[in-house]
């Protein structure tokens, strides 16, 4: 069983790190960093090593920190593939995070890295939050200037060569920089990686801007980044290159610092170009020999940030619903991920310690990726709306900050999502509710709650589930269960077997201090046609209110459909319930 890693200081600052903190790497000022819910208190439980993760060691954590009475437990942190059990929701991790919820304790996880393809989701139960990642509007555009004008894009975290891009250096591809009858005890793959700087000359490469390239050692791990900046800074190299190679393809570069000017160049075709133009100015001997070095280049700036462009895209990586109940993926009634949060190149705390990172070691912060960063920030937030609202249930803020989330980008536009090599619309299985409101989840108006005694209905009503199998595995017997699992008051609605005409109930609880009179309207999935009664209704402050849904096919799709409920009040409020179905029968294609 291999557990996700978790970040201790990166995932703990981003949830509840100081206020206005500078940023700085290698004397250069990224900007300033706040955490979400900087005066929440952070009560760490280590259980993850960086060479071994157990899935006990989780469990025993978050019985610990559930006994000492947390209010909120984020988990960057889980296994990292689907269980084995029979039931999703009824592994160990799903048990020891329902028995936290019954405690009282709000529960954000992961949905894992395994995107984009469908039913990747690693969170998989109604009293967990399984959070999405997106992009923000940062980028870090990373250049590489040749002596022929031409601008190559890149990526890394570093100065720039000398003289910003006016001022040309050498350029070296490190094959051709070998000492002549040296003695090597490494592979040419491994010198051609600038990993060890006694098989090249000196004389050669002081000064100049050396390319390294992709290869066998990066792919199986034995080099490093950091081997590269050694080589730089014990040969006087100027700057490095990392460039891809067509033998491996493109690579995934994230913005690393470099404490000398380097850049990396993932894609194989911007590697190509740097080559012809390498070749076209160099002159070899009858042997191969370079003779002439004539090709020239500078690296830019690669720690400018850039605001421009579409945001938020959800990450490519991020795992993807829809739910499953079992090892058979059969779809579950339940939407996952349930919240789409920041989670790619997020900047927070790193320890300097730390062994996990090599190319991190003496930084104070870094720069990562992965729906672990998106979590925290949902775990600051509710932390926020907890302080703001004490009495709220972990349903309740659950509730308030899926119904208030945003399905928009910041030019208005349907968010999109990163495919394996495109962009389309995003759909609630990419990014659930949709992107994380905080300001507007402090007020949600309504809210839609479920307590512990309703998840055990819920487990009870599902298809082919043995109350034996419940039993053994939360110790509670099937006194009630749900007419349909659908019937989870949840603050939305998954149907994943749709036929003919289904009758369901959500009930509303007013959390504002005013009477409010909400207008109730549907935009039903497609290929249905859905009624809800009331239209409209007046809620006291403290009151409940039943919602009934009564959804028909009036097409039968083939694949899910999508549609949302929209209450809307006459203090502003809107309630966003999103509406997913999956019609039950066959169809031609
Ligand atoms: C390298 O070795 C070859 C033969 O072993 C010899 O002819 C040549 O002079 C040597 N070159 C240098 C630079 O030592
Ligand atoms: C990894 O690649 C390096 C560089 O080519 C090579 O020296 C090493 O033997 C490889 N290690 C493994 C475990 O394959
Ligand atoms: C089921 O009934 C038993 C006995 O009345 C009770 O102790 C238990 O709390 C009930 N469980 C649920 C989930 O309602
Ligand atoms: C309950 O658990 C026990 C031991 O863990 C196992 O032997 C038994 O088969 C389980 N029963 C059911 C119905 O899953
Ligand atoms: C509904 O169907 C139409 C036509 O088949 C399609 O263009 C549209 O994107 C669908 N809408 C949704 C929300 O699935
Ligand atoms: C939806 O189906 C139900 C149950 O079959 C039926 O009573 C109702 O009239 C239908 N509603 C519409 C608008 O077709
Ligand atoms: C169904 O939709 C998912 C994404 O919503 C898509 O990946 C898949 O290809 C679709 N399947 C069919 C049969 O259209």
Request: hydrophobic fraction near 40%; glycine fraction near 10%; include cysteine.
């Amino acid at each position: 069983m291999t557990v996700l890693f978790a970040l201790f200081s990166h995932v703990a600052s981003t949830a509840a790190g100081n206020t206005g903190v500078s940023v700085l790497l290698n004397g250069f000022l990224y900007g300033r960093a706040s955490g979400m819910a900087p005066r929440a208190q952070i009560a760490v439980y280590k259980a993850v090593y960086p060479t071994v993760g157990t899935l006990t060691d989780v469990v025993s954590a978050i019985d610990q920190a559930t006994k000492d009475g947390v209010d909120i437990i984020t988990l960057s942190v889980g296994p990292d593939e689907p269980p084995e059990d029979k039931f999703t929701f009824l592994n160990v991790f799903d048990i020891v995070m329902l028995s936290a919820r019954r405690a009282g304790v709000f529960v954000v996880q992961a949905a894992g890295n395994h995107g984009p393809a469908p039913s990747t989701v690693l969170s998989y139960s109604p009293w967990a939050v399984g959070v999405a990642a997106s992009g923000t509007d940062r980028t870090y555009p990373g250049s590489l200037l040749l002596g022929n004008g031409q601008k190559v894009g890149g990526v890394g975290l570093s100065g720039p060569t000398l003289g910003d891009g006016l001022f040309q250096y050498k350029l070296v591809l490190a094959k051709d920089a070998v000492k002549i009858n040296g003695t090597f005890p490494r592979t040419p793959q491994y010198i051609e990686e600038c990993q060890f700087p006694e098989a090249l000359d000196r004389n050669v490469v002081l000064g100049s801007v050396i390319i390294c390239t992709f290869s066998d050692g990066f792919y199986n791990g034995t080099s490093t980044l950091t081997a590269i900046v050694d080589t730089a800074r014990i040969l006087g190299i100027m700057g490095f290159i990392l460039v891809a190679n067509p033998t491996y393809g493109d690579f995934i570069a994230e913005p690393i610092p470099f404490a000398v000017p380097g850049i990396m160049i993932p894609s194989v075709a911007d590697a190509k170009v740097i080559s012809q133009y390498y070749e076209q100015q160099i002159q070899r001997d009858g042997r191969g020999f370079v003779t002439k070095f004539g090709a020239r280049a500078a690296i830019g700036d690669g720690r400018v940030s850039s605001f421009k462009g579409q945001a938020p895209i959800v990450s490519r990586f991020s795992a993807r619903g829809p739910d499953f109940i079992d090892i058979d993926k059969n779809p579950a009634d339940i939407l996952k991920p349930d919240i789409l949060a920041p989670g790619h190149q997020v900047w927070a705390a790193w320890s300097p310690i730390s062994a996990l990172e090599p190319t991190l070691k003496g930084y104070n912060f870094a720069l990562l990726s992965g729906t672990s960063m998106a979590t925290p920030h949902i775990a600051g937030i509710a932390a926020l709306i907890k302080q703001y609202n004490p009495l709220w249930t972990p349903s309740m803020i659950a509730s308030a900050i899926s119904t208030t989330a945003n399905k928009y980008d910041i030019s208005g536009e349907p968010i999109m999502a990163e495919g394996s090599d495109n962009l389309y619309p995003s759909t609630p299985f990419d990014f659930g509710a949709g992107l994380v409101s905080p300001t507007r989840a402090l007020d949600p108006g309504l809210v839609l709650s479920s307590g512990y005694d309703d998840y055990i209905s819920f487990l009870c009503s599902l298809p082919n589930m043995d109350p034996a199998i419940v039993k053994n595995s939360t110790g509670e017997l099937c006194n009630h269960s749900l007419s349909h699992p659908a019937n989870l008051n949840l603050p939305s609605v998954t149907i994943s077997s749709l036929a003919g005409a289904q009758l369901l109930r959500r009930t509303v609880k007013n959390v504002g201090l005013k009477p409010e009179k909400y207008l109730c309207s549907v935009m039903p999935p497609n290929g249905t046609l859905v009624n809800l009664n009331p239209p409209w209704f007046t809620i006291a402050p403290q009151g409940t209110q039943d919602l009934d849904i009564q959804i028909n096919v009036t097409q039968a799709m083939n694949n899910w459909s999508f549609g949302e409920i929209v209450l809307t009040g006459s203090l502003n409020h809107i309630v966003r319930i999103t509406l997913s179905v999956l019609f039950q029968y066959p169809h031609e294609n």
